[in-house]
């Protein structure tokens, strides 16, 4: 019996997370699903590809050994199916995009509202996740494309570097800082912060910066550079955060200021180096190259150190 391709897709995604529960959330399917699909593929090939013990489940050698040629039979499928549709006059349909939170108040929904005017029929979906996991869903291939930030430590992965900037001061309009153009952490001695909680690997450098312990009555911490704005603009206290929050809404009702000591971001674009990015991908990322380099001259003209690549 031939292997059924709908099979051979659970089997690679169980593959990269070596666990049911996690590939049937992925899949947005059954657990039961996940199960009767491998063991189905295994019978439809005569060959056992998963060890299952008392332990965690492992790939056979046989597995091991299959993983690539399976790899190429879904990535020429999916190139078959793009090809045929361009034959019947359409184009590619459908994008899934994994971004982190600050892209989508501004820079993504413009870049999606291009694609659409050239696409309208595309089906979009766009979700936010931690940087951890945008990594995570497009090496799962639950996303084509993901927007994360440094580092990227993984060898199937494509990054292109997107934009270089800033961790900025974000203070209340009214604020007695507001205006200045440089911001210390000596200058904010007596504020209450807002601040990146430890949670947040890439924000460490931030703690790092004042020397209060992390019990200090005069942290509010958050794990979202989109909620330190909003938190901001409620007069809570003052934010050390992402400039990629600083959208023309958010700018209302708050004050910016360039922090030292400088704090460097690199926001890139993610992709499995196989199969690539598809054209209607590769639309897209132009699309969001040319938001972010408006959104650098922008934020280069409040001060702040930003360049888009």
Not at 90 to 98: F, K, V
Not at 119 to 129: C, F, G, V
Not at 242 to 271: G, H, K, M, S
């Amino acid at each position: 019996m031939n292997p059924n391709l709908r099979h051979l897709e659970v089997f690679r995604l169980f593959s990269r997370v070596m666990s049911v529960t996690e590939t049937a959330r992925l899949l947005r399917i059954t657990q039961p699903s996940v199960s009767q699909a491998l063991k189905d593929l295994e019978n439809q090939l005569g060959l056992e590809l998963i060890i299952r013990g008392n332990g965690p489940m492992k790939l056979s050698a046989n597995a091991e050994l299959l993983l690539n040629d399976m790899e190429d039979v879904l990535d020429h499928m999916r190139i078959l199916r793009e090809r045929a549709a361009k034959l019947r006059g359409e184009h590619d349909s459908t994008l899934s995009i994994a971004t982190v939170h600050p892209l989508t108040g501004w820079i993504l929904p413009q870049a999606i509202s291009k694609v659409r005017t050239v696409s309208p029929h595309t089906r979009i979906k766009l979700e936010a996740y931690s940087s951890r996991e945008v990594i995570k869903q497009v090496c799962d291939r639950s996303a084509d494309i993901g927007f994360t930030f440094l580092p990227v430590e993984q060898p199937d992965l494509v990054v292109r570097p997107m934009l270089t900037t800033e961790m900025v001061c974000l203070l209340p309009a009214k604020h007695r800082l507001a205006g200045t153009r440089v911001v210390t952490p000596d200058d904010l001695k007596d504020d209450f912060l807002i601040l990146f909680g430890q949670q947040v690997r890439q924000e460490f450098d931030v703690r790092l910066a004042f020397d209060r312990t992390d019990d200090d009555g005069r942290f509010l911490t958050t794990n979202h550079a989109v909620v330190s704005a909003d938190l901001v603009k409620q007069g809570l206290g003052v934010a050390i955060t992402l400039p990629l929050v600083l959208t023309p809404p958010n700018r209302q009702d708050i004050a910016v200021a360039a922090f030292r000591p400088e704090i460097r971001r690199n926001l890139v674009a993610i992709y499995l180096r196989k199969p690539g990015l598809s054209s209607l991908a590769k639309t897209f990322l132009s699309e969001v190259r040319e938001q972010m380099r408006t959104f650098s001259r922008e934020l280069e003209a409040l001060g702040i150190q930003s360049k888009a690549v």
